[in-house]
């Protein structure tokens, strides 16, 4: 067989968690996923003047004659699987550099194939990158002055060539004998979308407590049984090691306390519960209605919606370009939307987003006292608590307010009537109002 060095672009992509996605589908079902992906991804190599070199289990790898076409194609390949509802995401690396061209003949004809360190490394950022980012080698932007690509987003902005680049830390591969300088693309709106601000697959190596490092992990699955009178079931899902596993979970810990029926998506993380078992927390479930705060706001009309989750933290959702178009919802608005897809890199969606009661920023809910500002933080008086239950209610200016132990920011602090409490106001159901991050400040027998 012919071989012959060559001066290259790689370009490498994959279905971001393709064996997750793989396990929950059938084998016709993921064929049909696999083959619109490589069919997008196809027609942003031959659009950007590449050659497809060969397919992989989970993606596809390419070749182009200089750097900028490889990028070009990158990005077009991420804006076109990002316009494909449901999909799991896109990771990708490009590397330029010396390698080998090998000809290969087979009984559709010849063809040509490649190896060397330059498509090592192309496969070793694929493999560490992100759903959404691209991952280019330091050596590639060495050997361009001037590298012309452009984003959709980056259009609308006139953003600079040199803008596009955001370096990240050194990666070890395989073949390299000391880390390998990379940068990573932003090719999205602005960066609080920059997916790729951790453009870099973790592994326990990359942390000095891999401990530590599987603290915050977010999980995918299907509640497999879910008991409605005792408010408690299972999910099943698949481990970071792919391994199959079910775990409890209660209402306490589901999301806005969404209803919840088996055969639901999930998105949740894992904690510590009685006698350390592990139990699903922060439970966010796939189609439910929740409300939310307008975060940021694009000029294609896209941008992004933030919820708390019990552990105080914010999950964000991206809200598709045109969404807010009509100027009716503007930056800290409160709003109505539906979840939709989901990865574990912030690849949740909004949909069907709505202004919750009304287009008035302060979104006042009607109540049967004086109107508490959404956002705001109140004092209120808890007037009848099931702890058994995990809810009860508090009045505030004549309010009644919605009380529920997966707001206590500390739960073993249950509170009993008459003591007081301090929250953020959160609309409820049918204009009432929620206590969010509830604080609990006095106990009974002192008065506001």
């Not at 559709?108 to 493999?127: E, K, M, N, Q």
């Not at 370096?167 to 990573?184: A, D, G, R, V």
């Amino acid at each position: 067989m012919k071989m012959q060095p060559v001066e290259k672009t790689f370009l490498q992509a994959r279905v971001f968690n393709a064996d997750q996605t793989k396990k929950g589908l059938s084998e016709l079902d993921w064929g049909v996923f696999f083959a619109d992906f490589i069919d997008t991804a196809s027609r942003a190599i031959l659009a950007n003047s590449g050659g497809i070199v060969r397919l992989t289990v989970d993606g596809i790898i390419s070749s182009f004659t200089d750097t900028a076409s490889g990028v070009q194609a990158a990005i077009d390949m991420q804006e076109a699987v990002k316009a494909v509802a449901g999909h799991s995401g896109c990771a990708i690396g490009v590397a330029t550099g010396l390698a080998y061209e090998q000809a290969l003949s087979d009984k559709d004809g010849d063809r040509v194939d490649y190896f060397g360190t330059t498509v090592d490394i192309a496969h070793a950022l694929t493999v560490r990158a992100r759903g959404n980012a691209i991952l280019i080698h330091d050596q590639a932007l060495n050997t361009n002055t001037k590298i012309d690509i452009h984003s959709t987003a980056g259009k609308l902005t006139n953003r600079h060539y040199s803008d596009y680049f955001v370096e990240q830390p050194h990666i070890n591969i395989p073949t390299q004998n000391q880390p390998i300088p990379c940068y990573s693309i932003f090719w999205q709106s602005q960066p609080s979308h920059f997916l790729t601000e951790t453009p870099i697959e973790e592994t326990p190596s990359d942390s000095n407590n891999s401990d530590n490092s599987h603290k915050e992990l977010i999980y995918f699955g299907r509640v497999s049984a879910f008991k409605k009178e005792r408010g408690f079931g299972f999910i099943q899902f698949y481990t970071e090691d792919q391994e199959y596993s079910e775990i409890y979970f209660h209402m306490t810990y589901v999301i806005n306390q969404a209803p919840v029926q088996e055969h639901d998506h999930v998105q949740f993380t894992i904690k510590p519960g009685k006698e350390d078992r592990p139990q699903a927390c922060s439970v966010l479930v796939m189609g439910s209605r929740l409300q939310g705060q307008i975060e940021s706001q694009e000029p294609d009309g896209s941008g992004h919606i933030t919820i708390h989750n019990q552990d105080f933290g914010l999950i964000r959702f991206f809200a598709m370009p045109k969404t807010f178009n009509d100027g009716l919802i503007k930056v800290n608005d409160v709003v109505e939307f539906t979840v939709s897809s989901g990865s574990d890199t912030e690849g949740l969606i909004a949909i069907d987003v709505k202004p919750y009661q009304g287009e008035d920023q302060c979104l006042e809910v009607v109540g049967s006292g004086d109107n508490l500002r959404i956002g705001s933080i109140e004092r209120a008086v808890i007037t009848v608590y099931f702890a058994e239950k995990g809810y009860g209610f508090a009045k505030c200016r004549r309010n009644n307010v919605y009380v529920h132990v997966s707001e206590l920011t500390n739960p073993e602090n249950i509170p009993n009537p008459g003591d007081i409490i301090e929250f953020e106001v959160f609309p409820g159901r049918d204009g009432t109002y929620r206590a969010n991050s509830i604080r609990l400040i006095m106990k009974k027998g002192l008065s506001l």
